[in-house]
């Protein structure tokens, strides 16, 4: 009784969520805690304006032979019972214990966590993490994380797919301070049977379908500006590599006009899963990866790219200033960074596209399907007509735009 | 406000209170550090904050000290509505609250009173739902009441809702669920008074001539009244601070925002630590003329 308790599938899920919840609220509590004493001490002392540039800390990898890596929920195999083969396989290859720690849920919620710490230049608690572009971008530009050392990584100059360094680095031009852990395509996901019964079309082929008045209140979108947004202002034929502010207006005036009639129901997080899963959205824009690894449970799910343009982003890993053992996490990029572990990963469930040459040919020998299919590997023709990039943000524009966005998507109007 | 209700209630001899020995110093210094450490000190660089000014860079995140007060009429205005949405959801949750927890307290504190076993298991009963996370249960609710989940089929069945209609996301979820988790505060203070309810009183009712309505409007409610009104403050209060309820990712949706999430938005989102320092600073004093007002009214100042 108590088995077939365990092994329902709705039961998992609520454990998996509330897990998740209880992280995110532990790091909520652990945010707000960390920054009223910040806030005390500042009432203290508040340096004025003057940041002191910081170096790297004393790296202590010769005596201490663990690296500890901080990343985001569907990323690594084994995750279900913490198994992770790929990396007891790192720690095998390098003698380094690696600490892999399923912590980031959100990029602000992470960096509220760490900000202290960062701008101190002291330890985080992680040797690495991996943030999004314009995370990265933005840790960058302050000075928080350190310069990579080439010399310790001989499998990223060898195998790092070009596109990677340059079309998707514009964050970090020549790729100084960060590499690519894995990109992510945001899509349109649905429900195939549910969005054919209200619509009557097999599927969505762009945003005017997502409107149609028959899908009221079964949308979702992504809390995610830089995905949702960049979605709609594709739409309308605007090219995000480069939009306005006046673009950026009009997607925004399209999303509030339907979050205020309804049509929009949710706008989430990762959460947005367990809507597809429990009816609550039958389409809406994800992220290509989660809804492809969820098709094994769930056959009637499916995403597609649109015409008029999908979302590319990158998760990238970064070394903090005040990481302990510097030396070891380049050791861990460098293995990440074989083609065979990275298509191990492919293979073993983790569908998102990855930055290093050769993996997919190696995927191919033992699943030809997976290697083909372009949500996972992108083709050039993939990137070249279907995925776009969203610009990087001035500070001010950053400010702004994410402002908007919140009071958006939170109904503020 | 006197603490009168905790306090002696014969008058107390001249001199008593003044003598301070060192051992009731030494025991409250505990209290009079953690007050200071965990309530002053975070109020008052709270206060600081929300008085912040932007930094000339215009980086996210930034600010530095100023005295800008433009920052409350800004969150004032810029949030009115979940402001005014927050007060009306704790509002309608503690009434329902109160009209179940009453039945429910007098049940268990009067007619019960013979079975004092069965007392004990019913109490416990009301707290078991505490044993299980907060978050679990409302993640439960929202798994339980999903679209094609058995509960909203077998209403839509009934035609009791329409095909297109859902639960989840709306006002209906999130007043639903502040509800339920809000419960047990309500019936625990109201089970403490009824408990202790003198049943020689109703019978004195009865006695002249008073019916049963009459009975409970004259003795039982006035007699419990302290029980409500501690009660609704202890649901109210801590109902309009809500965040998880009404958040997108449990039982709410963009519609359904409350003061809460305004703040979790502004402080770990966007980083405005001002507008999110003064929206929680409006929110404690709005609360403090309520709870003021409210006790004013119901004369029962003694609770403060």
Same mark, same amino acid.
């Given at each position: 009784?108590?088995?077939?308790?365990?092994?329902?599938?709705?039961?998992?899920?609520?454990?998996?969520?509330? /897990?998740?919840?209880?992280?995110?609220?532990?790091?909520?509590?652990?945010?707000?805690?960390?920054?009223?004493?910040?806030?005390?001490?500042?009432?203290?002392?508040?340096?004025?304006?003057?940041?002191?540039?910081?170096?790297?800390?004393?790296?202590?990898?010769?005596?201490?032979?663990? &690296?500890?890596?901080?990343?985001?929920?569907?990323?690594? *195999?084994?995750?279900?019972?913490?198994?992770?083969?790929?990396?007891?396989?790192?720690?095998?290859?390098?003698?380094?214990?690696?600490?892999?720690?399923?912590?980031?849920?959100?990029?602000?919620?992470?960096?509220?966590?760490?900000?202290?710490?960062?701008?101190?230049?002291?330890?985080?608690?992680?040797?690495?993490?991996?943030?999004?572009?314009?995370?990265?971008?933005?840790?960058?530009?302050?000075?928080?994380?350190?310069?990579?050392?080439?010399?310790?990584?001989?499998?990223?100059?060898?195998?790092?797919?070009?596109?990677? /360094?340059?079309?998707?680095?514009?964050?970090?031009?020549?790729?100084?301070?960060?590499?690519?852990?894995?990109?992510?395509?945001?899509?349109?996901?649905?429900?195939?049977?549910?969005?054919?019964?209200?619509?009557?079309?097999?599927?969505?082929?762009?945003?005017?379908?997502?409107?149609?008045?028959?899908? /009221?209140?079964?949308?979702?979108?992504?809390?995610?500006?830089?995905?949702?947004?960049?979605?709609?202002?594709?739409?309308?034929?605007?090219?995000?590599?480069?939009?306005?502010?006046?673009?950026?207006?009009?997607?925004?005036?399209?999303?509030?006009?339907?979050?205020?009639?309804?049509?929009?129901?949710?706008?989430?997080?990762?959460?947005?899963?367990?809507?597809?899963?429990?009816?609550? &959205?039958?389409?809406?824009?994800?992220?290509?990866?989660?809804? &492809?690894?969820?098709?094994?449970?769930?056959?009637?799910? *499916?995403?597609?790219?649109?015409?008029?343009?999908?979302?590319?982003?990158?998760?990238?890993?970064?070394?903090?200033?005040?990481?302990?053992?510097?030396?070891?996490?380049?050791?861990?990029?460098?293995?990440?960074?074989?083609?065979?572990?990275?298509?191990?990963?492919?293979?073993?469930?983790?569908?998102?596209?990855?930055?290093?040459?050769?993996?997919?040919?190696?995927?191919?020998?033992?699943?030809?399907?997976?290697?083909?299919?372009?949500?996972?590997?992108?083709?050039?023709?993939?990137?070249?007509?279907?995925?776009?990039?969203?610009?990087?943000?001035?500070?001010?524009?950053?400010?702004?735009?994410?402002?908007?966005?919140?009071?958006?998507?939170?109904?503020?109007? | 406000?006197?603490?009168?209700?905790?306090?002696?209630?014969?008058?107390?001899?001249?001199?008593?209170?003044?003598?301070?020995?060192?051992?009731?110093?030494?025991?409250?210094?505990?209290?009079?550090?953690?007050?200071?450490?965990?309530?002053?000190?975070?109020?008052?660089?709270?206060?600081?904050?929300?008085?912040?000014?932007?930094?000339?860079?215009?980086?996210?995140?930034?600010?530095?000290?100023?005295?800008?007060?433009?920052?409350?009429?800004?969150?004032?205005?810029?949030?009115?509505?979940?402001?005014?949405?927050?007060?009306?959801?704790?509002?309608?949750?503690?009434?329902?609250?109160?009209?179940?927890?009453?039945?429910?307290?007098?049940?268990?504190?009067?007619?019960?009173?013979?079975?004092?076993?069965?007392?004990?298991?019913?109490?416990?009963?009301?707290?078991?739902?505490?044993?299980?996370?907060?978050?679990?249960?409302?993640?439960?609710?929202?798994?339980?009441?999903?679209?094609?989940?058995?509960?909203?089929? @077998?209403?839509?069945?009934?035609?009791?809702?329409?095909?297109?209609?859902?639960?989840?996301? @709306?006002?209906? #979820?999130?007043?639903?669920?502040?509800?339920?988790?809000?419960?047990?505060?309500?019936?625990?203070?109201?089970?403490?008074?009824?408990?202790?309810?003198?049943?020689?009183?109703?019978?004195?009712?009865?006695?002249?001539?008073?019916?049963?309505?009459?009975?409970? @409007?004259?003795?039982?409610?006035?007699?419990?009244?302290?029980?409500?009104?501690?009660?609704?403050?202890?649901?109210?209060?801590?109902?309009?601070?809500?965040?998880?309820?009404?958040?997108?990712?449990?039982?709410?949706?963009?519609?359904? #925002?409350?003061?809460?999430?305004?703040?979790?938005?502004?402080?770990?989102?966007?980083?405005?630590?001002?507008?999110?320092?003064?929206?929680?600073?409006?929110?404690?004093?709005?609360?403090?003329?309520?709870?003021?007002?409210?006790?004013?009214?119901?004369?029962?100042?003694?609770?403060?």
């Amino acid at each position: 009784m108590n088995d077939q308790i365990a092994n329902d599938p709705m039961f998992q899920q609520v454990l998996a969520q509330a /897990k998740k919840a209880q992280a995110t609220r532990r790091a909520v509590l652990a945010g707000s805690g960390a920054t009223a004493l910040a806030l005390a001490l500042a009432a203290c002392a508040k340096p004025g304006g003057a940041t002191k540039k910081l170096t790297p800390a004393k790296d202590l990898s010769g005596s201490e032979k663990v &690296v500890v890596w901080d990343n985001w929920p569907y990323y690594m *195999d084994g995750e279900t019972d913490q198994s992770f083969p790929s990396v007891k396989a790192f720690e095998k290859a390098t003698g380094i214990k690696c600490d892999y720690n399923i912590v980031i849920n959100d990029n602000n919620e992470y960096f509220a966590k760490i900000k202290n710490s960062l701008a101190s230049g002291t330890d985080t608690g992680a040797d690495t993490f991996c943030l999004t572009d314009w995370m990265a971008g933005r840790l960058i530009t302050s000075g928080y994380v350190q310069p990579l050392q080439y010399d310790l990584l001989p499998n990223v100059t060898a195998n790092l797919n070009g596109s990677f /360094k340059t079309t998707f680095g514009t964050f970090d031009p020549g790729r100084k301070y960060s590499l690519t852990w894995k990109g992510i395509v945001g899509a349109i996901g649905y429900h195939k049977s549910n969005y054919k019964k209200l619509t009557g079309k097999a599927a969505p082929t762009s945003i005017e379908d997502l409107w149609n008045p028959a899908l /009221k209140g079964k949308i979702s979108m992504l809390s995610e500006m830089r995905d949702t947004l960049g979605i709609l202002m594709m739409a309308d034929g605007v090219k995000i590599d480069s939009f306005t502010k006046n673009d950026f207006e009009k997607a925004l005036n399209t999303f509030s006009k339907y979050v205020g009639n309804g049509q929009i129901r949710q706008i989430n997080g990762n959460d947005y899963t367990q809507l597809f899963t429990n009816g609550d &959205v039958v389409a809406g824009v994800v992220w290509a990866g989660d809804i &492809v690894s969820m098709q094994a449970d769930n056959p009637e799910l *499916d995403v597609v790219l649109l015409e008029s343009g999908s979302t590319f982003a990158c998760d990238n890993y970064l070394i903090p200033m005040g990481a302990p053992h510097a030396k070891n996490a380049h050791e861990l990029i460098n293995f990440f960074y074989e083609p065979e572990v990275a298509a191990a990963l492919a293979l073993h469930g983790v569908y998102y596209t990855t930055p290093v040459n050769g993996a997919q040919a190696i995927a191919a020998k033992t699943d030809p399907k997976l290697a083909a299919n372009e949500l996972i590997f992108p083709t050039d023709q993939t990137f070249a007509t279907k995925l776009q990039q969203f610009r990087d943000l001035t500070p001010q524009e950053d400010n702004e735009f994410s402002k908007a966005w919140s009071d958006a998507s939170k109904g503020v109007v | 406000m006197a603490f009168a209700a905790f306090g002696p209630s014969q008058p107390v001899v001249a001199g008593a209170g003044k003598k301070s020995s060192p051992i009731v110093l030494a025991l409250l210094l505990p209290g009079i550090i953690y007050l200071g450490l965990f309530f002053l000190t975070p109020l008052i660089s709270l206060i600081i904050t929300a008085v912040e000014v932007p930094d000339a860079s215009g980086a996210i995140g930034a600010y530095n000290y100023g005295f800008d007060i433009s920052n409350f009429g800004y969150v004032a205005t810029h949030y009115f509505q979940q402001i005014l949405r927050s007060f009306l959801y704790a509002t309608i949750a503690t009434v329902l609250a109160l009209l179940i927890s009453y039945p429910l307290a007098y049940f268990i504190g009067v007619r019960m009173r013979r079975f004092a076993v069965l007392q004990r298991i019913l109490v416990t009963l009301v707290i078991a739902p505490f044993f299980i996370s907060f978050l679990l249960r409302t993640l439960a609710w929202k798994q339980l009441l999903a679209d094609n989940s058995w509960a909203i089929e @077998t209403l839509k069945a009934l035609h009791l809702m329409g095909a297109n209609d859902y639960f989840i996301g @709306t006002p209906g #979820s999130v007043i639903f669920g502040l509800t339920y988790n809000f419960i047990p505060f309500m019936t625990l203070p109201l089970y403490t008074t009824l408990e202790r309810l003198d049943l020689r009183l109703l019978e004195a009712g009865s006695d002249l001539y008073a019916n049963s309505r009459h009975v409970f @409007t004259r003795v039982t409610l006035p007699i419990t009244l302290p029980g409500i009104i501690s009660g609704t403050l202890l649901t109210f209060i801590p109902i309009s601070g809500d965040y998880v309820n009404a958040s997108a990712n449990y039982l709410g949706s963009s519609k359904t #925002s409350m003061i809460g999430n305004m703040v979790e938005a502004d402080f770990l989102q966007n980083l405005q630590y001002p507008s999110a320092a003064a929206l929680s600073v409006l929110f404690m004093a709005v609360i403090l003329v309520l709870v003021w007002v409210y006790v004013k009214k119901s004369g029962t100042e003694d609770l403060l």
